[in-house]
Each structure stands twice: as C-alpha cells, then as structure tokens.
C-alpha cells in the first residue's frame, strides 16, 4: 500500500468501575489509536485504479508508565517524531508499505514496541480490508469464538470481592483471575476459592510486586489448585522466576518479562515460564505475538491472550489471535461491558462463557464515529508528501 497519511487520536474512556493492580488504580482509559490511511491496486480487473483502504491500530500503552516503561503520551511522541515519519518516507521513496515490513522499517527505533505495534496494526488492518481478508483468517486461525477469562481487581474488602467475583461468575466467565500483591494474596484467594469452589478455573496476577525473599509467602498459595501465577516477579528478573519456579506449585506464567519473541525463547529455555501471556503490544505487534505462539506451540509451552483494557478495536484482534491452536487456557478477553458501558465499536459479548471471533475484513470492526468523536481529546494528521 501507498501511505496517504496517518492519525494520530487521543481518546479517554470512563471505566464502569475503578481497576485496581499492585501498581495502582485507573478509572479511565486512556489510549492512542492509530488511523492509516493508504491506496492499493484495484483488485478488480482494472490493476492501474487505486482504492483507497484505511486501518485502525490501538495502542496499549496506560497513561502511566506503571506496567511498562511506556506511556499513552510517551508513545504518540514517539510515533509522530519518528515511527510515523520512517514508515512515510519508506512509502514516498516508492516501497509497498505492508504489515510484514513494518517491524523491520522501525528496527533502528530501540524499544517503544508498544508504539510500534500500535502502527503494525493500522498498517495490518487496512491492508486486509483491502484485500477482504479477515485477521482471524490471517493468523491462521481455527475457532470461531474464543472462551472469556475476567482480570478483577484489588477491592476494597474480602467482602466485596466475593460480591464482584460471583457476579462475573454469573455472567458466565469460565475463568477468574484475582490481581494481588502483598497483604492482598493468601486471604483473598482462599476466600474465593472456597466462594467459587473446585471446579473453577482460578489464577492470579502479582503484576511483579514480589521478590524472591517472598516465596514462602506465595508458598501458601499451593493450597488453592491455582492454574497459575501470573509475573510474581520484576520484569528484568528472568532467571529468578526460574528459581521460584522450583518453590511453588502453581506454574509460572510470564507477562510483563515477555517483551519479544527472544525474551520468550530466553524463558522457555531457562524454564522460567510454564505458560505464557501473550500481548501483542507488549512484544512489538501482533506478528510478533503470532511468532510466540508457534514458539510456545513447538515447545509444549501453553499460551493464552492477555488484556489492556482494549477498546473493541483491540479486543477484535485479540480474539482473532486468541483464536490459534495454541491458546489452550482462556485469555483475559472479557465482554466490552467488564470495563465499558459504552465501547467505541459494537460491544462484544459474552455468549455462554465464549467471545465471538469477528469475521469481516481486518479487525472486522471499527469505532462509531459519533461515540468516537464524544471520547476523542485530541486528534492530529501527518500528511504524505
Ligand atoms: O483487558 O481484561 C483486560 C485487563 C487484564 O489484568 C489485565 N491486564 O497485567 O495482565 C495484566 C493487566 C495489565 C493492565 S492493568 C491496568
Ligand atoms: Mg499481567
């Protein structure tokens, strides 16, 4: 595709209710989405017409840098400055800008993988519209809906917890995952353990706000038949996890210390990670995120799609990936409803306990422009030569 130009939109969206993690509390979300705009030969007969096509990338990034060292505004300066520029030339100079030349165009930029991401998706996305190709179809993928896990968050008492977790339970999530951190861990989990009872799928997420010196804390988690434990650990901490590993029950599954399909091959090999959570943003982009999964597939590793807090723009492509062979435990892909009263696309929902894979061309959905306009705080245009 020829690069007409890009958008760059800031949006904030109110959450239905607080989000509280071992690194803080949110009750909005704020996010950059990524609007490429581009021309590509006519499929028709008539090769020499250009069509326009345009794509939608969202990226992950939270307003904060308190899960990743990357930020909302840290990545739209990043992206107008210097991601956005590169691709534009590449495409002024006369190359065919597609998803699969994205990373390698932006490899001199080190890091800001969730910026890049945010791109590779736009660049994807529209690629496919033009080509009338589904992503699920795409990645290859072999379900048409995917099962739906909840994150839940730090509440304010035992109680409460109890309340919000049987009310998901109800909605017919099949799997919960209870975010903890020290003082909010053995009480909790024991407490819904005994609300939901065995049968449950249950997990934890410590988003690295342990230490190594804490395993005989998280010791007594081996009592609750946990799937696994989610980054105990600081993201840098590779070989510790594999020394925890060998203390507690619960398998080990990584998050934020997966930041590229080399780390993963790191954990794998050092066997600091039983399962893994892949995000597309957190590793580069969905291609990335693709990679991982067949290096997981191949080596017995199990694998399941985390969650941002995605707008339906995300969420779709999360589905379309969660949606491969290897996604054997059920991702943190709830019903737009779990943290949004109003979505920027048509809401996705929960249907006995499964989230349905979208089958139209690219991400198959895209935002109202109404809604879109109502959360939308900030928009700007880079224009092609
Ligand atoms: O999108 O369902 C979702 C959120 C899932 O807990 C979730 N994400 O560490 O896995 C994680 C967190 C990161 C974001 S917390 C604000
Ligand atoms: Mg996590």
Not at 41 to 52: A, I, K, N, W
Not at 142 to 163: E, F, K, M, N, Y
């Amino acid at each position: 595709m020829k690069i007409t130009g890009v958008e760059l939109r800031t949006i904030k969206m109110p959450l239905v209710s607080p989000f509280e993690t071992s690194f803080g509390v949110e009750s909005d979300r704020l996010a950059v989405l990524v609007r490429v705009v581009g021309t590509v030969p006519d499929g028709g007969s008539r090769h020499d017409r250009q069509v326009e096509v345009q794509g939608w990338g969202e990226c992950v990034a939270m307003e904060l840098p308190l899960y990743s060292s990357e930020y909302a505004d840290g990545a739209a300066e990043v992206l107008r400055r210097f991601l956005i520029p590169r691709l534009l030339a590449e495409s002024e100079a006369g190359r065919d800008i597609t998803a699969e030349v994205v990373e390698p165009l932006l490899e001199s930029v080190v890091g800001h993988r969730m910026a890049k991401a945010a791109l590779e998706m736009a660049v994807l996305d529209a690629q496919l519209r033009g080509s009338g190709q589904s992503l699920a179809s795409y990645f290859g993928a072999i379900r048409t809906s995917v099962p739906s896990g909840v994150s839940v968050g730090i509440q304010p008492s035992i109680h409460a917890l109890l309340d919000v977790v049987s009310d998901y339970v109800a909605d017919g999530y099949v799997r919960i995952k209870l975010k903890i951190k020290p003082g909010w861990d053995i009480a909790p989990v024991e407490a819904v353990r005994e609300r939901i009872g065995d049968q449950m799928l249950l997990q934890v997420d410590a988003n690295a706000a342990y230490t190594l010196a804490d395993a005989r804390v998280l010791r007594r988690l081996d009592a609750f038949d946990l799937l696994l434990i989610e980054q105990p650990l600081p993201e840098d901490d590779i070989r510790q996890h594999a020394e925890l590993a060998r203390l507690i029950k619960p398998p080990i599954c990584l998050d934020e210390s997966v930041v590229s399909v080399r780390a993963a091959a790191d954990a794998i090999a050092l066997r600091a990670a039983q399962v893994i959570n892949i995000k597309a943003g957190r590793v580069g982009g969905y291609l990335n995120a693709r990679k991982i999964h067949d290096l997981c597939q191949a080596n017995g590793i199990a694998v399941w799609c985390g969650g941002m807090v995605e707008t339906g723009l995300g969420r779709a492509a999360n589905a379309a990936l969660a949606a491969l062979p290897g996604f054997t435990l059920p991702g943190d892909i709830s019903a737009s409803d779990r943290f949004y009263e109003l979505d920027i696309t048509e809401p996705f929902v929960l249907d006995d306990g499964r989230i349905d894979v979208p089958t139209g061309p690219g991400l198959g959905v895209a935002p109202i422009q109404t809604i879109l306009e109502q959360f939308t705080v900030a928009t700007e245009w880079i224009q092609a030569k």
